[in-house]
């Protein structure tokens, strides 16, 4: 957010998390909506359905999948958060209901900066360029360029520099407010090297769709089930030795369609990739 707003936009908030209960409270929410719905599902995509967390094609493939539902899901809960009441200082008014409200007394609020790349606002809005010395009594006003300006110093060239390198100012300003190191983030690749082998991946989900056709092996066929079925439910376990188990519902009628979904999209992978190395 700060790469893409630029500095001092209010991108963040820092802070202990006891001095902000609110937005604990919220990321409760979040998980027993949907989050740990999804967070299940592939757990349950792994132990059943060959789902390979390490493999970055396989993280491709739930992308492709599954984001925009997740994403369809983020905006609805959004939704109806807004339209619940806050106690306190939200005097058992809805979000919605205060922004109103405040556009009404104050009026609209609009970010002329919005959608502006944070390089243009600075140049434009702030300093563009090194800063140039001048003699005592020279304002730069009215003086020629070729006039006897003393240059620059060596300290606010690198000043200049290191103020358009953004990426390093933010991690100088906001580094006290980091007590560890980032957790890295696993990665996704497209196993496809072409669009002519993307479309042909398309093409072959679209008609598995429409035949209705579950491969075997991908433990979505009665016969791959244990003898209670289909399970309704997967466990996730919390605290910091996974003391702690959640008991996590998945309708089948929601989540078996996605599980089976799955199983037709990694066998038809699988199999273009097979096709592809021999």
Not at 44 to 58: F, I, K, M, S, Y
Not at 143 to 153: C, K, N, T
Not at 168 to 183: D, G, P
Request: hydrophobic share 35%; glycine share 8%; charged share 25%.
């Amino acid at each position: 957010m700060i790469l893409h707003c630029g500095l001092n936009r209010a991108s963040f908030i820092w802070g202990s998390p006891t001095n902000n209960t609110r937005i604990e409270r919220l990321w409760v929410k979040v998980g027993s909506q949907f989050g740990r719905q999804w967070r299940a599902f592939f757990y349950r995509l792994e132990a059943l359905h060959g789902l390979d967390r390490r493999n970055p094609h396989h993280l491709w493939l739930l992308h492709f999948l599954f984001l925009d539902l997740i994403n369809d899901d983020c905006a609805n809960f959004v939704a109806k958060w807004n339209c619940h009441p806050i106690s306190g200082e939200g005097h058992d008014q809805s979000p919605e209901d205060m922004c109103l409200m405040g556009q009404l007394q104050h009026g609209v609020y609009v970010d002329d900066c919005k959608g502006i790349d944070p390089t243009d606002i600075r140049r434009y809005n702030g300093i563009h360029g090194p800063e140039r010395s001048r003699a005592p009594g020279q304002t730069g006003a009215g003086q020629l360029d070729d006039e006897d300006v003393s240059a620059p110093s060596s300290n606010s060239s690198n000043k200049s520099e290191s103020e358009d390198d953004l990426e390093a100012q933010i991690e100088e300003v906001h580094a006290e407010n980091f007590h560890h190191e980032a957790v890295s983030v696993p990665k996704h690749a497209n196993p496809f090297d072409d669009n002519d082998t993307m479309e042909l991946f398309y093409d072959a989900l679209e008609a598995a769709i429409r035949e209705d056709i579950v491969p075997p092996g991908y433990g979505l066929l009665p016969e791959e089930w244990d003898e209670e079925g289909y399970p309704a439910f997967e466990i996730l376990k919390s605290g910091r030795r996974g003391s702690k188990q959640l008991r996590i519902a998945l309708p089948d009628d929601i989540w078996r369609p996605r599980a089976e979904m799955w199983g037709r999209a990694l066998a038809i992978l699988e199999q273009i990739s097979y096709a592809n190395e021999i």
